[in-house]
């Protein structure tokens, strides 16, 4: 069974930094693709961070780039985003998502799966 479930979310100013974790199960990081997506109230979903399953190929929302670091620990089955120089506007639920190989009835096929999101405040 696959689970991720995130964890780091919390209250901070503007201007602080934040660590979210993903921890993965069921799955394998090697194999793949991991995704930081966010969403605010009244406001569609965003796609944050994504790192490959190599782990050397990522890409960043314009609005976070420069800002934003998406990372993996394969051997934690974890991944990471550190957030630094946090905004107003950075305040949403974030969720992490994964798309991972599985073979079902002899074939192949990519899923999706999804954490619970945890809620970041940028507030003063």
């Known amino acids: 069974q696959v689970q991720l479930v995130e964890s780091g979310g919390g209250l901070v100013q503007p201007g602080g930094s934040l660590r979210l974790s993903c921890a993965a199960s069921?799955?394998?990081?090697?194999?793949?693709?991991m995704t930081w997506y966010r969403q605010a109230p009244g406001k569609e979903r965003e796609l944050v961070a994504r790192i490959s399953s190599a782990g050397v190929n990522t890409n960043y929302a314009d609005s976070v780039k420069g800002r934003f670091t998406i990372s993996r620990d394969n051997d934690l089955n974890t991944v990471y985003l550190q957030m630094n120089s946090l905004k107003s506007e950075d305040t949403a639920v974030y969720y992490c998502?994964?798309?991972?190989?599985?073979?079902?009835?002899?074939?192949?096929?990519?899923?999706?799966?999804w954490g619970q999101g945890t809620q970041v405040t940028v507030s003063s």
């Open positions: 998502s994964a798309a991972a190989p599985m073979k079902l009835f002899g074939s192949w096929k990519l899923n999706n799966y």
């Open positions: 069921g799955i394998t990081l090697t194999t793949s693709i």
